[in-house]
């Protein structure tokens, strides 16, 4: 059976996303761990007795944080796209 291992998600914070994913959703910290770069390599995953993807939590560099800084997953998905490429050109 094929499956997705992780699926990333653009944080604002990583303590304040951990926390979320821990205590509110029930998911367990799978990984923490300092990268070369200054920036962190975290995993969270449902906790054992359920199965699915875990989240590798990114926090984008240059982007504005806090709330509102991100507002639709169009939005985001449009941040990744380069400055030629725009979702109305891009989408079928």
Do not use: N, Q
């Amino acid at each position: 059976m094929r499956r997705v291992p992780l699926v990333t998600l653009v944080v604002d914070d990583y303590d304040e996303a951990i926390r979320f994913y821990t205590e509110a959703l029930g998911f367990r910290l799978a990984e923490d761990a300092p990268r070369p770069d200054g920036g962190r390599w975290v995993v969270v995953e449902p906790d054992a007795g359920h199965t699915g993807a875990g989240l590798l939590l990114a926090r984008a560099e240059g982007r504005p944080s806090g709330p509102g800084s991100v507002t639709r997953p169009a939005d985001a998905w449009a941040s990744s796209c380069t400055p030629t490429t725009s979702p109305a050109t891009t989408r079928a």
